[in-house]
């Protein structure tokens, strides 16, 4: 990639962290100023606008992922590794921060820190698992097949991602709200608007962590081939 891309590439992701930061102001403020407050669980409740969007965040970015995956088997261009691999670790960290604010939440709400019998809890487990293992096992492959290996790992790890949409519609207990639901938004238009402009602000997040991320292994690539040369 040129200098020229690598700038654009940095413009994108200061442009997305405009977009990003305006988006959650609006969002914190109609969340906590605008949206009413539970009767049941009161203001502990609000962290539920967070907590699912990042969640689904988190979603989002590994099946972005298994896309730039089945691009790289398909065009061997070490462009979409680096993207999957970007794509992967935001996922994690937005998988991790969705644990500990449902954390936070269950223990304010219910009394508990986890439930294992709540299959959303355990499956969603269960996929954070199987994406932390791709760093392990990435590390552990021969820089020439990498590449390859990551990219059919992304596409299979994916698999497990419907998962935790399935055990939505089979778990019986009420520890977790559904969002969603066969006949639409489970939600009063009063609560479903904030929690769309929330969504939409931490989606907005990851892309401009992406895109930040991405810069800045292409600024680091340059950066070796300048020492390289300067070197020769």
């Known amino acids: 990639m040129t200098d020229v891309a690598v700038r654009l590439r940095g413009k994108g992701a200061a442009v997305w962290a405009l977009v990003a930061a305006v988006l959650s102001v609006v969002a914190i403020c109609g969340v906590f100023l605008v949206a009413p407050e539970d009767a049941d669980q009161g203001i502990i409740q609000k962290i539920f606008y967070f907590h699912v969007p990042i969640a689904n965040a988190s979603l989002v970015a590994f099946g972005v992922a298994c896309v730039a995956g089945i691009l790289a088997l398909r065009t061997r261009h070490p462009r979409w590794d680096e993207v999957l691999t970007a794509s992967i670790g935001i996922g994690l960290l937005f998988a991790g921060l969705t644990i500990v604010s449902g954390s936070i939440w269950a223990r304010a709400s219910w009394g508990h820190w986890w439930r294992w019998d709540d299959a959303r809890l355990?499956?969603?487990?269960?996929?954070?698992?199987?994406?932390?293992?791709?760093?392990?096992?990435?590390?552990?492959?021969?820089?020439?097949?990498?590449?390859?290996?990551?990219?059919?790992?992304?596409?299979?790890?994916?698999?497990?991602?419907?998962?935790?949409?399935?055990?939505?519609?089979?778990?019986?207990?009420?520890?977790?709200?559904?969002?969603?639901?066969?006949?639409?938004?489970?939600?009063?238009?009063?609560?479903l608007v904030w929690f769309v402009v929330s969504q939409a602000a931490i989606i907005a997040v990851y892309i401009a962590f992406l895109?930040?991320?991405?810069?800045?292994?292409?600024?680091e690539s340059s950066l070796r081939r300048l020492r390289l040369a300067l070197e020769a």
């Open 122 to 191: 355990t499956t969603y487990l269960i996929i954070v698992l199987i994406y932390a293992a791709f760093f392990v096992l990435r590390s552990s492959v021969e820089a020439d097949r990498r590449a390859r290996f990551s990219a059919i790992y992304a596409v299979i790890a994916f698999a497990s991602v419907p998962l935790s949409f399935y055990a939505v519609r089979i778990a019986t207990s009420f520890i977790h709200p559904v969002v969603f639901n066969s006949q639409g938004a489970n939600l009063p238009n009063s609560m």
């Open 211 to 219: 895109l930040l991320e991405l810069a800045q292994r292409r600024t």
